[in-house]
Each structure stands twice: as structure tokens, then as C-alpha cells.
């Protein structure tokens, strides 16, 4: 008997765990988008030179990032903050009137969090110096490297919470006709930079981190809210910016989560299902949906996609 019951209770958290990936796994390849944030990597490589390494990464992590057409991405925590800064400009009443003005509390917030360390950086020229530079590029004859190690932590921005961790690493090594970078260095210039073997060290590391990024999504979960209840018509806060598109089906419930008495740290977050919901049409930041099952569906309850 006790044996029937261990089985029992082993295939329960089985089933569980299972429909969590399931869902999960369903929802990426659905293409549902998630919205992510970068934040500056800190250089801990202990390297200085004319260019700077932080800003380098970021620029062609926020880049590659936004060439997978995977993810929302947000700009880097420097460019909400001129964001921000240009929103509080025009509210302070010093900026020409119009009819066209810059509104505040619109901002996308970030469901993930991506942020790290550099830990390592080395450029090396070996067998002559001689060549031309133009533009912060030196072009010469010589055997020129560069390798770069970082270390990115994907953050559930709800919690704080690291959600995976990922150790990068990216080597170029090219002999014959090198290309480096001259005094003037990174400038913002992606193109140019990524033509560099300091910047095809840093691509190929990055590339590496968002690889290890796109296999996490399935254990990520999905979720958007319910905006508003109208009828038997239900409008949610995921659009065709999130990858929703018409005929895709979601199930709406009561979203329960467990909390640590001690801490306050999310312990574990269920969702109670009253209903099932199917998308009629779609707009850039939200869809219109039809109920199809259950009944009970209201304003804030939490959205996820259905796996039937």
C-alpha cells in the first residue's frame, strides 16, 4: 500500500513538472516573445585601454540580441535613463508646446534581466607591428589575437531571482593580414567594431551567451494579465510585439503564489484555471480574445498559453 502511494505521489510531481516544460516549450515554439533588459557588464578583467570594454560588450550583446527577433529588447540601463531624463525635460515645462508630447509611465518594463562580469580580456600582436589605421581600425601584417571570458546571469526581474548562469568565451586568433583596433578604439560604430578581432572575439562569446539564453526560455515562464473583461470578449496585455497571433489559445485562472514567511522569496507560483481563452485579433501591444471555456474570467487574472 505504501508503495502504491510513493508511485502515486512520484507520477504526480512527475505529471507537474512535465506540463510546466511542456507549456514552456510550447510557448517558445509558438514564438511568444519575452521582454529583456540589459544592464552594463562590469569589467573585472582588470584590462584599460582607449576603448571601453563594458560599453563594447553591451553594444553588440543589445545588437545580436535584437538580431534573433526572439525578444523584446530594451535599451541598456544608460538609454532608459536618457529616456527618462528626456520625459522629465519635457514635463518641466521648459520644452515648446505641441501637439505631439513626450508621456511619461509608458515605459516597457523587462521580464528578464540579463546582466555579468567580464573576467577576462587580452589583445596580443606577435611578428611585426607595420600597417595603416583609419577610423579606429589598424590594418597590418602581423599574428594578432584577442580573447575575452564573461560570465551572464539571466534574473527573473519580478524576484531578483538568478535564474541560469552561463560562463562565455570567445577566441580569434588570425595570421597573415590582421585587424585591430587602433588608439581611438570602439566608438559605437557596431559595423566597424564587429570587423575587429577584438570585436570577433566579443560576437563570438556573446553569441555563445544567447544560444544558452534561447535553450533556457523553456523552463521560463510564459504569462501575460488580463486588461479588461468586456462580454465574452477578454483583452490581454501580449500582442503581436510578444509574438501573439489570432487563433493561438490561452488559459486564464488565478495566478497563487508561495511565499517564504521568513524572507519574503517566492517559494513556488501556481495558477488556478477558470477558463480558456482564444485570440481574435491582434494589436502591436494587445489582443482581443474570445472565451471558449469556463466562466469567472476577470480583470488581472494571470495569462498563460494553453497546451491544448
Not at 251 to 270: A, F, K, N, Y
Not at 280 to 295: F, L, R, T, W, Y
Request: aromatic share 6%; hydrophobic share 35%.
Amino acid at each position: 500500500m505504501r508503495l502504491t502511494v510513493l508511485f502515486s505521489t512520484i507520477f504526480i510531481c512527475f505529471m507537474t513538472i512535465y506540463g510546466c516544460l511542456t507549456t514552456n516549450a510550447l510557448a517558445k515554439e509558438k514564438g511568444l516573445k519575452y521582454s529583456i533588459a540589459v544592464s552594463k557588464f562590469e569589467n573585472k578583467a582588470n584590462w584599460s585601454g582607449q576603448w571601453n570594454l563594458g560599453d563594447a560588450w553591451g553594444a553588440v550583446l543589445t545588437d545580436s540580441l535584437n538580431q534573433t527577433g526572439k525578444f523584446i529588447v530594451l535599451g541598456e540601463k544608460d538609454m532608459r535613463a536618457e529616456a527618462m531624463a528626456e520625459q522629465d525635460f519635457a514635463s518641466s515645462g521648459r520644452a515648446a508646446g505641441g501637439g505631439k508630447k513626450v508621456v511619461t509611465g509608458q515605459m516597457t518594463p523587462g521580464q528578464l534581466l540579463i546582466k555579468g562580469d567580464i573576467t577576462h580580456f587580452e589583445e596580443s600582436t606577435g611578428g611585426g607591428s607595420g600597417g595603416i589605421g583609419f577610423g579606429g581600425v589598424r590594418v597590418g601584417g602581423s599574428t594578432n589575437s584577442s580573447e575575452i571570458n564573461a560570465v551572464m546571469y539571466i534574473i527573473d526581474s519580478s524576484t531578483g531571482q538568478v535564474l541560469a548562469s552561463k560562463k562565455c568565451n570567445g577566441k580569434i586568433s588570425k595570421k597573415g593580414l590582421s585587424v585591430g583596433l587602433s588608439r581611438d578604439g570602439f566608438s559605437g560604430n557596431i559595423g566597424g567594431f564587429k570587423k575587429t578581432n577584438a570585436g570577433k572575439a566579443i560576437e563570438k562569446a556573446v553569441d555563445e551567451a544567447i544560444q544558452f539564453l534561447i535553450a533556457q526560455i523553456a523552463e521560463i515562464p510564459w504569462t501575460g494579465s488580463v486588461i479588461m473583461v468586456k462580454g465574452k470578449q477578454v483583452y490581454i496585455n501580449r500582442g503581436e510585439r510578444e509574438g501573439v497571433s489570432a487563433g493561438q489559445t490561452f488559459d486564464v485562472g488565478e495566478s497563487t503564489i508561495l511565499r517564504d514567511p521568513d524572507t519574503g522569496e517566492v517559494l513556488d507560483q501556481s495558477l488556478e484555471t477558470v477558463g480558456k481563452i482564444k485570440v481574435k485579433s491582434v494589436k502591436e501591444k494587445m489582443a482581443i480574445c474570445d472565451i471558449v471555456e469556463g466562466s469567472g474570467i476577470a480583470k488581472g487574472m494571470t495569462v498563460k498559453y494553453s497546451e491544448s
